[in-house]
């Protein structure tokens, strides 16, 4: 088992546990005497339903479009109908969905209780699950209200990945992709001459992959929780692709990721901070592992909708260009800057 840790002010450091059979660790971390309420969602309820048999579960809707104040409210009312206090301790057992709205329930909740999450996809455990955002969706914008908050724990069980749907374990490469451009150029190695299939029959080497992916997260979290300087860099490919999803709904969030790192690359090259070797490097890999990396909505649509992301300010947005493999560079520059280097 590998173990990282996050520092948080005035209390003991949120941990994050990695390895197959991390999930054993839940009756330990959970602090003594308090109860316990399990949030999660229909499919793990079903596939993990004996493990999930002695507690309590408050069990939310599937997707995105669940992500929203009402399923906040739907679980304070389940948890006062309950009689839970504020020694109570909440548990999110899911993807990002359930560990995003019960970091923002148990954040609110009688103004705070404890909580941790069991990350079970590869999403949540290489990055919603770690760094302390929980939030929900308003009016169509995604992740509008919500707080900062780590948990006290994170177990990323990586044998739980193996009843999660391939295409988002394949999905989720993409965030592991992303963080290899970021900050490990060893990571993106490791993930050249490694198929798919082999990721998922050797727990060992998933470990070690989902570890470094946290690693490049957690080391940016820690220089920077509340997003003012570097923590923009995990925002590689996220322009583009928050783009891409409101434009349309076939591509979920790892393939549109990856199409944006692809997009974001070519602008990187045109903007004279990257060339077209690791652009090329990155797409190779990108297809390797199953992902896509073109899509068929036109640029010009694209650069419309992506001024309506909210991380924009003020006109100018910020924008994370690969430099090369392992090193990245924030530019902060006008829509219209942005647009040229995307169109070309
Ligand atoms: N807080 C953050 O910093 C942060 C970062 C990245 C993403 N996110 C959020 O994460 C969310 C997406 O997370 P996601 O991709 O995990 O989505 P998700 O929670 O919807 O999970 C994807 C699907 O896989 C299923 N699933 C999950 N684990 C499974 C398992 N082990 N076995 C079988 N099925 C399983 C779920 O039921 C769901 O149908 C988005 O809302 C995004 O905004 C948050
Ligand atoms: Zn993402």
Redo the contacts with the bound molecule.
Sequence with gaps: MKTLEIPREGRAPSQILIGAGAVAELARLVPAGRRLFVVT????AE?YAELLAPYHKIIIG???EH?TLSTVEQIHTELIAAGADRSSYLVGF???????IT?FVASTYMRGVGFGFVA??L??QV?????G???VNLGGY??MVGVFNQPDFVLCDVA??D???RR?FV??LA?VVKSAVIGDAELFEILERTAVDELLANKELLSEVVARTVSVKARIVEADEREGGVRRLLNLGHTVAHAIEKCSRRW???EAVAIGMNYIGRAAQRAEVSDAQTTERIVALLSRLGLPTECEIPMSELTVALRKDKKGSAGCIHVVFPCAIGRCEVRTMTYSELDSLLLG
Excluded: F, R, Y
């Design positions: 969602d229909p499919h793990l596939a599937l997707g995105e992500k899911g993807g990002g969905i359930v560990t995003d970091g079970t996809s999403l949540a990055d919603a699950s770690v760094g955002k929980n939030g995604k992740n739980l990945l009843t999660l749907p988002e999905a989720g965030e979920v969030h790892g």
